[in-house]
């Protein structure tokens, strides 16, 4: 027996055993007064398997009926009975399985998470594809440079010049003064150190050996990605979500000669010679400290930095300065290339050019350190 209900012209349902049916008439509007979601679930019985949608006597509807039939889509699946659609109307039933494809995603979207060995494991499986991918890139680049060393790279002057440009000039500012406060600060803990003991002349070789072989570098290192690994993400990302990336494989130009190589030749050339401004001054900066607050004079901090003064220490530094180059201009361009194409991927891509450049410029001192204290270097 049908349930009676005051919507009885626009809604009835009908059931057999398990079995029902829900029929659907009327004219369907927002302006007249239709059942709610909640009326049409109660009207069904507490124990089916199977429910059947009709709509022979339907006029005329509009979202107030897709809102209705989704609710009991979802009814149908938490308890798991099947849902019949069939007898819908073509119109009516295209809307509503564009609606259920949604629904679907976003049922998938509030899954649960499984226990921590499931997110380790995920997040293993998902840094070694990342890693891949990182790899894979490095190939193309190193392809690319083959290229260029057989003649056959073409990419324009103009762009190499501006990117040394970016490489050199731009965060020149920032370095002169991040380089002389850490000298400063190096000097600081030296005079702190060592004028118990009488022996601040050590304050110059504390300060010229760190900044040669670690800090120098470390310092163009993260401003570096900071500053042009982010612009090079930003820009290439804007390049990809414009699609003028596809546009230069359309007309057979290979995004890696024409817009990574370049990039990265600028910045491997420029971070050696910013390493070397950078020693320059702290040991300038060091030596300021160490002459205000200690007993040095100029001569005696110059006489100790030239006798200090070790080859390799500033070999190590150069060294150091192409390698980071080198991952901040890979990671900032593969970032960039790798961008999505909506509204938040290039910021986010120029986020994790900065996070990831970071990283592995600290694994890199890291291994770096090791190598040399076992070599003897």
Same mark, same amino acid.
């Given at each position: 027996?049908?349930?009676?209900?005051?919507?009885?012209?626009?809604?009835?349902?009908?059931?057999?055993?398990?079995?029902?049916?829900?029929?659907?008439?009327?004219?369907?509007?927002?302006?007249?007064?239709?059942?709610?979601?909640?009326?049409?679930?109660?009207?069904?019985?507490?124990?089916?398997?199977?429910?059947?949608?009709?709509?022979?006597?339907?006029?005329?509807?509009?979202?107030?009926?897709?809102?209705?039939?989704?609710?009991?889509?979802?009814?149908?699946?938490?308890?798991?009975?099947?849902?019949?659609?069939?007898?819908?109307? @073509?119109?009516?039933?295209?809307?509503?399985?564009?609606?259920?494809?949604?629904?679907?995603?976003?049922?998938?979207?509030?899954?649960?998470?499984?226990?921590?060995?499931?997110?380790?494991?995920?997040?293993?499986?998902?840094?070694?594809?990342?890693?891949?991918?990182?790899? @894979?890139?490095?190939?193309?680049?190193?392809?690319?440079?083959?290229?260029?060393?057989?003649?056959?790279?073409?990419?324009?002057?103009?762009?190499?010049? @501006?990117?040394?440009?970016?490489?050199?000039?731009?965060?020149?500012?920032?370095?002169?003064?991040?380089?002389?406060?850490?000298?400063m600060i190096l000097a600081y803990i030296?005079?702190?150190?060592?004028?118990?003991?009488?022996?601040?002349?050590?304050?110059?070789?504390?300060?010229?050996?760190?900044?040669?072989?670690?800090?120098?570098?470390?310092?163009?290192?993260?401003?570096?990605?900071?500053?042009?690994?982010? &612009?090079?993400? &930003?820009?290439?990302?804007t390049m990809e979500v414009n699609e003028?990336?596809?546009?230069?494989?359309?007309?057979?130009?290979?995004?890696?000669?024409?817009?990574?190589?370049?990039?990265?030749?600028?910045?491997?050339?420029?971070?050696?010679?910013?390493?070397?401004?950078?020693?320059?001054?702290?040991?300038?900066?060091?030596?300021?400290?160490?002459?205000?607050?200690?007993?040095?004079?100029?001569?005696?901090?110059?006489? @100790?930095?030239?006798?200090?003064?070790?080859?390799?220490?500033?070999?190590?530094?150069?060294?150091?300065?192409?390698?980071?180059?080198?991952?901040?201009?890979?990671?900032?361009?593969?970032?960039?290339?790798?961008?999505?194409?909506?509204?938040?991927?290039?910021?986010? &891509?120029?986020?994790?050019?900065?996070?990831? &450049?970071?990283?592995?410029?600290?694994i890199a001192d890291a291994v770096s350190?090791?190598?040399?204290?076992?070599?003897?270097?």
């Amino acid at each position: 027996m049908p349930k009676p209900h005051p919507h009885n012209e626009m809604i009835e349902v009908r059931h057999t055993g398990n079995e029902a049916e829900v029929c659907l008439g009327g004219a369907w509007a927002v302006d007249n007064t239709n059942p709610r979601s909640r009326d049409v679930l109660a009207m069904l019985p507490p124990k089916i398997t199977s429910i059947r949608i009709t709509t022979a006597t339907l006029t005329s509807w509009d979202s107030t009926l897709v809102i209705v039939l989704y609710s009991l889509i979802d009814h149908a699946e938490a308890i798991g009975a099947s849902l019949d659609l069939s007898a819908l109307g @073509e119109g009516l039933a295209k809307l509503l399985r564009m609606a259920t494809q949604g629904h679907d995603g976003d049922k998938r979207d509030r899954t649960p998470r499984g226990g921590f060995a499931t997110r380790l494991g995920d997040g293993t499986l998902t840094l070694l594809n990342r890693s891949g991918d990182v790899l @894979e890139f490095f190939g193309e680049l190193t392809l690319s440079f083959g290229r260029l060393v057989r003649g056959k790279v073409n990419f324009r002057g103009s762009d190499f010049l @501006e990117f040394l440009q970016g490489c050199s000039i731009s965060p020149i500012g920032i370095i002169t003064l991040l380089s002389l406060l850490l000298g400063m600060i190096l000097a600081y803990i030296g005079v702190s150190l060592f004028s118990a003991y009488g022996t601040e002349i050590l304050i110059a070789d504390v300060v010229a050996i760190t900044m040669m072989r670690e800090m120098g570098a470390i310092l163009v290192g993260v401003v570096m990605a900071g500053h042009t690994g982010a &612009a090079y993400a &930003a820009q290439l990302g804007t390049m990809e979500v414009n699609e003028e990336i596809d546009a230069l494989r359309t007309f057979g130009i290979s995004p890696m000669d024409f817009l990574v190589l370049p990039r990265v030749l600028a910045t491997v050339i420029m971070m050696p010679l910013l390493v070397v401004f950078a020693d320059l001054l702290g040991i300038l900066g060091g030596g300021l400290i160490a002459m205000a607050i200690s007993d040095l004079t100029l001569t005696q901090y110059v006489e @100790e930095t030239r006798a200090i003064f070790i080859l390799n220490n500033f070999y190590l530094g150069i060294a150091k300065g192409a390698l980071f180059g080198l991952i901040v201009a890979l990671t900032g361009c593969h970032a960039g290339m790798r961008c999505k194409r909506n509204a938040s991927a290039v910021g986010h &891509a120029a986020t994790s050019a900065v996070i990831t &450049a970071i990283i592995w410029i600290i694994i890199a001192d890291a291994v770096s350190a090791v190598l040399c204290n076992h070599l003897g270097i």
